[in-house]
């Protein structure tokens, strides 16, 4: 069952609980959910495919509000990450959620984010790092995509500004990715109003409610 999952992301919110990006969340990242996404993003198995976009289509269904035309934007994949198993998962995944004619009319996906070239060069990743390390590792670490210098035009900055934004992504843990992605879009004129992601390191609080 979808919940909302910002309160368990340290990045996603303020001391005094004050939300600064929302956050819905297929399941808690455990069991067999975080099997299926591990065995996905390793293996690239396409048979993982289908009921990880079946998934992400209904945890969208959920949450996205009613209003005027809204625009996924996937977090983007690493350089290194995709050297190394030749595929985005995240835009993999958005990409079968629209192939399956699964997203409502208004909604399209917008690929209008990338990795900075440095960012991770040094390698490893974020996994056992602590919020605030995990903070300071993604910090300015994306920026926009297809550029036209000879135009004079970002293309992605035209794409999104003025425009509703929700962000997707796999897993989310402190939140740190997600609200990178969310400051770049924000200084690009877009309008973001939260984010859906596969799954959620956190369970929700007793106290909170299902979506």
């Not at 400051?183 to 979506?211: F, H, K």
Request: hydrophobic share 45%.
């Amino acid at each position: 069952m979808p919940f909302r999952a910002e309160s368990g992301a340290p990045a996603l919110t303020e001391f005094d609980g004050t939300v600064l990006l929302p956050a819905v969340a297929a399941g808690v990242y455990r069991d067999e959910l975080s099997q299926v996404i591990l065995a996905y993003k390793h293996l690239g198995s396409a048979g993982l495919l289908r009921p990880l976009a079946l998934t992400l289509a209904q945890t969208l269904r959920v949450a996205l509000a009613p209003g005027p035309p809204v625009i996924l934007v996937p977090v983007p994949t690493s350089s290194a990450a995709f050297r190394r198993r030749g595929f985005s998962p995240v835009q993999e995944m958005l990409r079968a959620v629209q192939t399956s004619g699964s997203l409502a009319v208004g909604v399209s996906i917008g690929d209008v984010l990338a990795k900075k070239a440095s960012w991770g060069a040094a390698g490893g990743g974020q996994k056992g790092l602590g919020a605030g390390e995990r903070s300071r590792r993604v910090r300015h670490s994306m920026r926009l995509r297809l550029i036209v210098p000879q135009w004079g035009i970002n293309m992605a900055r035209a794409a999104v500004c003025g425009r509703r934004v929700v962000i997707v992504d796999d897993v989310l843990t402190t939140g740190a990715t997600l609200s990178e992605a969310a400051r770049v879009l924000r200084a690009a004129g877009a309008s973001v109003e939260g984010a859906v992601v596969l799954a959620a390191s956190r369970a929700p609080a007793p106290e909170s409610n299902d979506i």
